[in-house]
């Protein structure tokens, strides 16, 4: 009886799917045809609720959130999206539950592992970069972060940013703090400081300001990320928990992304 239920529960989902699969391209073709905007980023919220929804633990979600980056990755490359920059921890969430901080930074670790290895990260030349207080990471996680950005920092056609370890707040301050060392050291004039300069003193010096955010999770809040680069982002709230993320969910945001006229305040 129970294989009957699990058969005919899944029954919409097979009958639309061809449905489906004629919308997402129909999508992609037409976003393919329109402005593609070079830098994404994204706030991967929900994971843990998911897992909460599926009464699974939070690593459970964590895991699965990390398989649907994969995805994303592949979704902006086939776009040619060349920059995409998402939020996996901040300075924040390390006053989670000790053993949840814990195995995230297991999965970290296993992550960038896998990142160094992946032929598809060295087919395509994707450059990694962590942005982050990484001093807070536990030495193996920070080892195999610097890792995979030194295996790949000679690539240069698609860059994924990885926020670890991240306040927008903390990105500010330990900017202005290098600055005041540099002018205090003659290196700068203080005349000379103001918006590009501070730029170069960012986490990732002179990264291309994102012209999409997109949060996941149905909040709609920028949770401290990338405060300084977003001034003129064009912002997308999600309702859907980041594991469950559709790449027509994606499509949809890149459409309207191109339906919008981006005055930059003029």
């Not at 129970?2 to 639309?16: A, D």
């Not at 897992?51 to 994969?70: I, N, T």
């Not at 950005?149 to 860059?159: A, F, H, L, R």
């Amino acid at each position: 009886m129970s294989m009957i239920y699990r058969l005919i529960s899944h029954l919409p989902q097979i009958l639309f799917r061809p449905a489906y699969d004629i919308y997402e391209h129909y999508l992609l073709e037409k976003v393919k045809n329109g402005n593609i905007p070079d830098h994404v980023a994204i706030i991967m919220d929900g994971n843990r609720r998911w897992a909460k929804k599926l009464e699974k633990p939070p690593w459970y979600g964590h895991l699965f959130g990390s398989r649907k980056l994969e995805e994303i990755l592949e979704w902006c490359r086939e776009l040619g999206i060349r920059t995409l920059t998402v939020y996996a921890f901040s300075t924040e969430n390390f006053r989670r539950r000790e053993e949840e901080v814990r195995a995230l930074m297991k999965l970290f670790e296993e992550k960038f592992r896998e990142l160094i290895e992946d032929e598809r990260v060295h087919r395509y030349g994707i450059r990694v970069n962590v942005l982050g207080r990484k001093e807070l990471l536990p030495e193996n996680v920070r080892k195999a972060a610097e890792d995979a950005e030194k295996v790949t920092q000679k690539y240069g056609n698609y860059t994924l940013n990885i926020a670890l370890a991240y306040g927008g707040r903390s990105e500010i301050a330990d900017a202005v703090r290098e600055i005041v060392r540099d002018a205090l050291a003659g290196r700068i004039n203080p005349e000379d400081i103001d918006e590009e300069l501070i730029k170069e003193y960012l986490y990732y010096p002179n990264m291309p300001d994102p012209d999409i955010v997109i949060r996941t999770g149905g909040e709609e809040r920028i949770s401290n990320f990338l405060l300084y680069q977003i001034a003129y982002s064009e912002l997308f709230f999600v309702d859907v928990y980041f594991p469950e993320f559709r790449k027509i969910d994606f499509l949809r945001i890149i459409r309207e992304y191109q339906r919008r006229q981006r005055r930059f305040g003029r």
